[in-house]
């Protein structure tokens, strides 16, 4: 049982990461497209 919850614990673990790791370069694509449109809308 106690190798279960570790398991679980585990997964949680790198589950968080993988969305806070999706989060950033979310964030980091919409900006740069976010950039890009300002660029093609000052030109």
């Known amino acids: ?3 279960y919850s570790y398991f679980l ?3 949680e ?3 968080t990461n993988l969305l806070k790791e999706l ?3 979310d964030i980091r694509g919409t900006g740069m497209v976010a950039g890009e449109f300002k ?3 000052t030109s």
């Open 9 to 11: 614990s585990k997964c």
């Open 1 to 3: 049982m106690a190798v």
């Open 39 to 41: 660029n093609e809308s």
């Open 13 to 15: 673990f790198v589950r």
């Open 23 to 25: 989060f950033k370069s």
